[in-house]
């Protein structure tokens, strides 16, 4: 009995590893994003900062995947952060759309936000983008929240301590 039951949970493991396997290979398999064995029309961008951001990283259109962060280098005599991206070839980007590097909330993962611009000409395959927006780091933005928080009780503190000593509000 008690071979017949281990022989039996030994098969449903071995049954639920073949099928994640098997579930993994047409996921592989069917991924259709751009990026992919040189397909989609790639483009550059120049940060400054790019916290966040990594190869796979999705790039985003009026909240739409239209591709996804193929590579990434450090420009070593400017300290820029070069960003390649590679999107659906069927999207037209005007020479004038920002590349925004964009948080998914305060907990969320950073992607690429692409605000499409006005201009009639196109970008191309291989063009870099003119206008980009760095990545905020939320660590940096918090402490300057808490800093002039304490400076405005600082002054509060101070300009009470001034009244009660005077007794006459300055």
Known sequence: MRMKEESLHMLVGALVFVIGAAFMIYAYASDASPGRNGEGMHLTARFGAVDGITIGSPVLLAGIPIGKVTAQELEAESKAAIVTIAITEDI???????????????FGGKYIRIEPGAELDMLMDGDPFEFVQDSV??????????????????????????????????
């Open 92 to 106: 037209d980007l005007p020479i004038d759309s920002v590349a925004q590097v964009v948080s998914d909330g305060v």
């Open 137 to 170: 780091i939320m660590e940096e933005l918090l402490e300057l929240i808490i800093t002039r928080a304490e400076e405005r009780r600082s002054v509060a503190k101070q300009t009470m301590q001034e009244v009660n000593e005077t007794g006459v509000e300055q």
